[in-house]
């Protein structure tokens, strides 16, 4: 789709989606009931909410479930009708649900069917809840009747998002219409997307990440997005969908760099693997890639047609960029937060410059206060949803601060280099950022997740690892050495944790770092 596409809000999308592309099925799932919905058949669904469900513009509408078809459509119909859409993690506790449906002021709360237990139990502790499940509201707008598309004023709320909550209690963030609209505009511009490209969904749709790339990318331009039900089941849909690109965060690319050169290993070809990665890099320096001739395996594995991965969602290694550009498969890193839609800066496939996060979106400008990466411009948020502290805290002169520590180069690609309220701030007067070590300890085979902190003012890492490879404590000190002689001196890991059981995630599988501060400083 040549030429650039402004989008006012995410209507837009809906309305564009239906005109160009009103019979292509979108959202592909095995969800028996609504295996996938067509760009007309959205549009439509989305005017009769408006016209048949008595949503009255303003009003908070919460949606729970798994990602798909379904899910996807109740989101668009609650925004298209100038409802607010509240989308809530899969998977929380009860107690957490009630919290943010109290804290969002949601009055109705659209359900997937494997969610009935809890969405009973919350009508019952909040007065006045209105619930329904999401394939009944989907009969409902399918039946025939009028459509009403009510005006959209750009500073409405759009949606209220509750951050992932890794450093602290999870926040519920105001997104507008024009928020959205803005960030739609920047990326559909800038992503390397085609009515060719086949996705596959992996990160749930409660993530702005996910919305905002792979869903609204494949309304855009017309693609396939199949749907993917589990972690278990990633790898037998990639050779069953080959997808051509990949939205994932961070802990995606350590597994299956990780699987990769396990398999190669019980194999037999860990060598020759690994001799190909040398030849193939070498070689691409002078522009020759055979990348495909020699990582055949490799690419049946993953579909045999993986162009891309599009990675968010925390920092990268350097060297684990490497590893794919070498087989052939181009990782586009970005930096993103909920509170800017999320997107703030990208590489692109002709400005990709490893090790940094890319150049700052058009929709918004950067800029480094005091060592933090701070943002402004239409697609930011206006604010956390009555939350005066918080508000106090991170939008201020005009700047909302991330949290973030970063640095840009003469070239404009902005580099994040950790969170500040991870720091690790030893007697010594060093700072340490806890990112750097975590990212060599998932390198480790048998390192299943890892956590970096302070404790007694000693660098400790808490490990959670196969005891197949590390019966004990013992063994593990022998991988965090080899760590640590990668590593400054001052930087070094001091004590190790072995975990028996895993880390408590947050619903995009990061730790929730935040308990673990708190623990430490007790």
């Known amino acids: 789709m040549a030429g650039r596409v402004v989008y006012e809000n995410l209507r837009d999308v809906v309305l564009r989606v239906a005109r160009l592309f009103p019979s292509t099925k979108f959202f592909i799932s095995g969800d028996k009931d609504c295996p996938y919905v067509t760009g007309e058949e959205l549009k439509t669904c989305c005017g009769h909410f408006g016209a048949q469900m008595h949503a009255e513009p303003g009003k908070h509408i919460a949606i729970l479930g798994p990602n798909g078809a379904a899910w996807i459509t109740a989101f668009f119909a609650a925004v298209c009708a100038g409802c607010t859409a509240v989308p809530l993690h899969l998977g929380c506790p009860d107690d957490e649900l009630e919290y943010c449906l109290k804290k969002s002021d ?35 707008l399918h039946e025939p009747g009028a459509e009403l598309f009510p005006e959209l004023a750009p500073d409405d709320p759009a949606a209220l998002y509750f951050t992932s909550g890794t450093t602290s209690l999870s926040r519920c963030v105001i997104l507008t219409h024009r928020n959205m609209g803005s960030h739609c505009t920047a990326a559909m511009s800038a992503l390397p997307l085609s009515p060719d490209d086949a996705g596959l969904s992996i990160l749930p749709p409660s993530h702005t990440f996910e919305l905002m790339t792979n869903i609204v990318g494949a309304l855009h331009c017309g693609g396939t997005l199949y749907i993917n039900e589990s972690i278990r089941t990633v790898k037998r849909n990639l050779a069953k969908y080959s997808p051509t690109i990949l939205v994932v965060v961070p802990l995606v690319l350590q597994t299956l760099h ?32 055979i990348s495909h001739r020699l990582f055949k395996d490799v690419y049946s594995v993953l579909g045999g047609k993986l162009r891309y991965f599009l990675c968010g969602g925390a920092a990268l290694d350097r060297e684990l960029i490497e590893f794919y550009k070498r087989l052939g498969i181009t990782v586009i890193q970005g930096y993103g937060i909920t509170e800017c839609s999320p997107i703030v800066a990208a590489n692109l496939p002709e400005a990709n410059r490893f090790g940094s996060i890319g150049r700052t979106f058009p929709c918004c400008e950067t800029k480094i206060i005091d060592g933090e990466i701070c943002v402004r411009g239409d697609s930011v948020s206006p604010g956390y949803y009555k939350d005066d502290a918080a508000n106090a ?46 990212e060599r300890l998932y390198q480790i085979d048998g390192v299943v997740d890892a956590i970096v902190y302070e404790k007694n003012q000693t660098i400790t890492a808490e490990i959670y690892a196969d005891k197949g490879i590390f019966p004990n404590v013992s063994a593990l000190w022998t991988a965090v050495d080899s760590v640590n002689r990668s590593l400054a001196v001052y930087k070094r890991i001091g004590n190790v944790i072995m975990r028996d059981e895993p880390f408590e995630k947050t619903a995009t599988q990061k730790i929730k770092r935040y308990k673990f501060q708190e623990a430490a400083a007790q």
């Open 106 to 140: 949601s009055t109705m709360l659209v359900y997937d069917k494997s969610c009935e237990a809890s969405a009973q139990e919350l009508a019952k502790r909040i007065s006045g809840l209105e619930i329904i499940e999401t394939h009944e509201l989907l009969k409902k």
């Open 393 to 438: 805290e991170a939008f201020r002169d005009g700047w909302f601060h991330t949290g973030d520590l970063g640095r840009v180069d003469k070239d404009g690609y902005l580099y994040f280099t950790g969170r500040r309220k991870n720091l690790i701030i030893l007697a010594n007067g060093e700072n340490v950022s806890p990112e750097e070590p975590e």
């Open 258 to 289: 990780k699987e990769i050169l396990n398999t190669a290993k019980k194999q037999g070809k860990l060598d020759k693997l690994q001799k190909g990665l040398k030849l193939s890099g070498f070689l691409q320096r002078f522009g020759i890639d």
